[in-house]
C-alpha cells in the first residue's frame, strides 16, 4: 500500500512538472550533459570554452542565451522559435536509421543533415584556428547540444514513427492524450533517470572515462540506435519490429529497469562530450 501511494504521489508530481518544458531532455537532459562534460574536461579546455562562450552576445540571439555551456547546451533547440534565421539546422538533430534493417547511416548524412554528420563538421570547426569567431562560437555550441541529442535514443533510431512521436504512451499512471514515447524519453524518464542516485553528475576517474569514451561518432550512433531497438521498443513490445499498437505502456516495473539505461545514455554523452572538446581545444 506504501509503495502503491508513493508510486502515485511520483506520478502526480511527474504530471505537473511535464507541463514545464525544464524538465524535458532539450533542457534538463542537454544541460546534465555539459555539466558532466565541463567537471570532466582539462583545465585548460574549460577555460577556452567559457572564453568563447563570453562572446555569445554576438549571436544576436537575446531570447536564447548561450554564455554558459548550460545554457549552450539548449540555445541550438531554443533558436527553433526564431523562425527563417535557423531552419536550415532542424534537421541536425537527429538521425533516421531504421532500427529493423542492419544499421546504415542515412543517405542525408553525405550532406550534413544528420546529428552524426554535423558533430564532424563542427568538431573540424572548433580545430580550425583559422575559422571566424563567430562560426567556432556556433560550432561549439552546436557540439556541446548534438552530442547529447546522439544519445537520446530515438534522435539515433527509429522505425518510420518520427523518433516515436507518432507512438502514444502511458507513462505509469500518467496518460494524458498528446503524451507519446519520444516524449517520455526525452522528458519524463530523462528526469527521472537523472534525479535518481547516485548522482551522475560528477569527475569521473580515467578508467570510467576510458572505457565510456572509446569508439567514434559512428560507433557511438550504432549504440545509440541498438538501445533504441532493444530498450526502447523491446521495452514496450514483445516484437520491436513489430507494428506499433495504438498506444503502448510503461509500468512502474519497466520504468525502473530502463532509469539506469538512460542514466547511462546521459553519461556517456557527458564524457564523450569531454572527449571531443579536450580534442577540439588541445
Known amino acids: 500500500m506504501i509503495r502503491r501511494l508513493s508510486f502515485l504521489l511520483a506520478a502526480l508530481a511527474v504530471a505537473t512538472l511535464a507541463a514545464s518544458p525544464a524538465v524535458a531532455y532539450w533542457e534538463y537532459g542537454h544541460e546534465t550533459v555539459a555539466k558532466i562534460a565541463m567537471l570532466n574536461v582539462k583545465p585548460q ?3 577556452r570554452v567559457r572564453a568563447l562562450l563570453a562572446h555569445a552576445t554576438e549571436l544576436d540571439t537575446p531570447e536564447c542565451p548561450a554564455r554558459t555551456p548550460e545554457q549552450a547546451a539548449v540555445w541550438p533547440d531554443c533558436v527553433k522559435k526564431l523562425g527563417d534565421r535557423f531552419k536550415d539546422t532542424f534537421a541536425w538533430h537527429y538521425q533516421d536509421v531504421n532500427v529493423c534493417t542492419p544499421f546504415a547511416l542515412p543517405p542525408e ?3 550534413g543533415n544528420c546529428v552524426s ?3 564532424t ?9 583559422q575559422a571566424p569567431r563567430i562560426e567556432r562560437l556556433k560550432a561549439l555550441i552546436f557540439l556541446i547540444h548534438f552530442v547529447g541529442d546522439l544519445h537520446q535514443p530515438l534522435h539515433a533510431g527509429e522505425k518510420g514513427d518520427a523518433g516515436g512521436n507518432k507512438v502514444n504512451a502511458a507513462y505509469g499512471i500518467y496518460a494524458p492524450p498528446r503524451l507519446n514515447l519520444h516524449s517520455v524519453w ?3 524518464l530523462a528526469e527521472r533517470a537523472i534525479s535518481t542516485p547516485p548522482s551522475i553528475v560528477r569527475r569521473y576517474s580515467p578508467a570510467e572515462k576510458a572505457q565510456i569514451q572509446a569508439g567514434s561518432v559512428t560507433d557511438w550512433s550504432r549504440e545509440s540506435w541498438k538501445v533504441a531497438h532493444d530498450a526502447v521498443y523491446g521495452s514496450v513490445m514483445a516484437d520491436p519490429c ?8 510503461l509500468d512502474e516495473a519497466t520504468i525502473e529497469r530502463l532509469v539506469p539505461i538512460a542514466q547511462l545514455q546521459v553519461e556517456r554523452g557527458g564524457l564523450r562530450l569531454a572527449k571531443l572538446l579536450d580534442q577540439a581545444f588541445g
Do not use: F
Open 45 to 47: 579546455t574549460q577555460a
Open 109 to 111: 548524412c553525405a550532406e
Open 117 to 119: 554528420a554535423q558533430i
Open 121 to 129: 563538421r563542427d568538431m573540424a570547426t572548433l580545430k580550425d584556428a
Open 186 to 188: 526525452d522528458g519524463l
Open 242 to 249: 513489430a507494428p506499433a499498437p495504438a498506444k503502448v505502456t
